[in-house]
């Protein structure tokens, strides 16, 4: 048999270059921070988000890599071209804005077909470009409609388009979906990837929307107060947060402060007061005893029952809060040292009466390997 190594993505491969480099960028506003030393390597056909609450800097980023802003510090490479002092329209990249923009009296083939025309290209093959990119976000029977006669949806559909008729090295896009309703935006999520692989070029959307950032990227970029906290896949930002802000950020998360008391292998054992018990997590990297730990467990990871579930962890206490949402039901248990731990229990069977009231007594469990240890 002969083994292959599995394939490396781009940004784990060394060799590999990236479309985007930034380099200790820097940008204040009336000597205000709005984004502090981000360094950042995004590679050709990802789709890339920045993800962080309204006020960390994830708009000035998206601005400082279209040109709209200079930095103060710091170096931005597009395709290994510093581009830092590029104006706009010099620069390989395409904006789309929140509101789209789009010219009111315009068709949606002459909104789409527009960049083209100022380029000067011959009006024939103006009208097979737009009609492949009407095409392919299915707007083709609607080019002769003006931007008023859509959908919030197909609006958004024709600013893709426009944005990308021009082919692009890199689409910047800053919130495209708020505008939708919450239904239309998941299935625009769905759309905008299949899009973004068809065309292969490489996207960086900025969103406050965890959900989104989760669906969407291939990598992400969490901020807070312009710096950057963590960057990884969705799975490495949710279930490998590297510190508190990134846990608490992305879903819900049950926090115990504590003190690491000893280490078997990659298991801590950590005396955590709230929990009112040790605890055992599983954390790669030597800790020394007595350290502060904080250990995090998501609810969806806790098992919950009237009898000890099986587990590593395990606490007894009470049912204070149940809320049923449909899809599943959270619980939140009072144990002895005062925490209220929240678990999360799907709904399997339809109209079954809920397994536990309020004021029960019952259990909750998690196992090690399903628990993570912050240290920051
Ligand atoms: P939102 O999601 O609300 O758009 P954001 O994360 O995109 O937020 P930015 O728009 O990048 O945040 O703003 C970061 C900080 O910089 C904020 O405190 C903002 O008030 C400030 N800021 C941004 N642009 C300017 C400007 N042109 N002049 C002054 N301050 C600015």
């Known amino acids: ?6 394939r490396l993505e781009a940004w784990q491969d060394p060799a590999a270059a990236p479309l985007v480099a930034i380099k200790g960028v820097s940008k204040s506003f009336d000597r205000q921070a709005a984004v502090s030393d ?10 890339f988000s920045l993800l962080g609450a309204s006020g960390c800097g994830k708009t000035t980023l998206l601005r400082l890599l279209a040109g709209f802003e200079r930095p103060d510090q710091g170096r ?7 581009v830092t002092e590029l104006p706009p329209y010099q620069r390989p990249v395409n904006m789309m804005f929140q509101s789209y923009a789009l010219f009111p009296h315009l068709s949606v083939a002459d909104n789409v077909g527009f960049g083209l025309r100022q380029e000067g290209l011959p009006r024939r093959d103006i009208r097979v470009r737009v009609a492949e990119m009407l095409d ?13 006669q859509l959908s919030g949806g197909q609006r958004q559909r024709v600013a893709l388009a426009r944005s990308l008729i021009k082919h692009p090295k890199l689409l910047l896009l800053d919130e495209p979906l708020a505008a939708l309703d919450r239904k239309l935006r998941e299935h625009t999520q769905f759309e905008l990837v299949n899009i973004q692989e068809r065309v292969g070029i490489t996207f960086i959307m900025v969103t406050h ?4 950032a989760m669906t969407m990227s291939t990598r992400m970029a969490v901020m807070n107060e312009g710096r950057i906290r963590q960057i990884g896949t969705p799975v490495e930002i949710y279930e490998f947060p590297a510190n508190r802000f990134v846990a608490g950020f992305i879903g819900a998360v049950n926090q115990f402060e504590g003190r690491a008391l000893a280490q078997a292998g990659d298991v801590l054992q950590v005396y955590a007061e709230s929990a009112g018990t040790e605890l055992r997590v599983h954390v790669p990297q030597a800790v020394v005893a007595g350290s502060p730990v904080v250990v ?4 969806e990871k806790v098992r919950l029952g009237r009898e000890p579930p099986p587990g590593d962890n395990r606490l007894q206490g009470t049912v204070e809060e149940i809320a049923y949402l449909g899809d599943v039901s959270v619980y939140h248990l009072r144990v002895a040292g005062g925490a209220l ?11 079954a009466a809920p397994p536990l009231t309020w004021g029960d007594r019952a259990w909750v469990g998690w196992n090690a390997d399903d628990a993570f240890a912050l240290v920051e």
């Open 1 to 6: 048999m002969t083994g292959s190594a599995p």
């Open 38 to 47: 981000v360094s950042l390597a995004i590679y050709p056909g990802e789709f």
């Open 76 to 82: 931005l490479l597009i395709a290994g071209q510093d």
């Open 136 to 148: 392919m976000v299915k707007l083709g029977s609607f080019a002769q409609r003006k931007p008023d």
């Open 209 to 212: 929307d965890q959900e989104e």
């Open 296 to 299: 995090a467990v998501r609810p």
């Open 341 to 351: 731990i929240e678990a999360q229990l799907t709904n399997h069977t339809r109209g």
